[in-house]
């Protein structure tokens, strides 16, 4: 079993920043595919970007490519969102989910969900 909190998420103006962080409970969190998705209003789960175990890849939406940067810390148990200039589009509640065994990291079909955080970009 895998908990996860997101934290990190405000309100930003347009072409601000933010960074957002998910802490995982757990002791193998390293074994552990992560993604970042988000879900605006009156629209499906997507996904924002996501990152193999050992950090020695990353994955990204097109829209958030160039902007957006996922790392992750294994002795903190810990993956991270670096959001930058940010649009009003990003608006979003954003998860972040883990999952062992996931064969596409685009998939919305990891194992474990946090609870998500608000990000709120003002024009």
């Known amino acids: 079993q895998v908990q996860l909190v997101e934290s990190g998420g405000g309100l930003v103006q347009a072409g601000g920043s933010l960074r957002l962080s998910c802490e995982a409970s757990?002791?193998?969190?390293?074994?552990?595919?992560m993604g970042w998705f988000r879900q605006a209003p009156g629209k499906e789960r997507e996904f924002v970007a996501g990152?193999?175990?050992?950090?020695?890849?990353?994955y990204y939406a097109d829209s958030v490519k160039g902007r957006f940067i996922i790392s992750r810390d294994n002795a903190k148990d810990t993956v991270y969102l670096q959001m930058n200039s940010l649009k009003p589009e990003d608006t979003a509640v954003y998860y972040c989910?883990?999952?062992?065994?996931?064969?596409?990291?685009?998939?919305?079909?990891?194992?474990?969900w946090g609870q998500g955080t608000q990000v709120t970009v003002s024009s």
């Open positions: 990152i193999l175990g050992s950090g020695a890849a990353t």
């Open positions: 757990g002791r193998t969190f390293r074994r552990y595919t």
């Open positions: 989910a883990a999952d062992p065994n996931i064969d596409v990291v685009t998939t919305l079909k990891y194992e474990y």
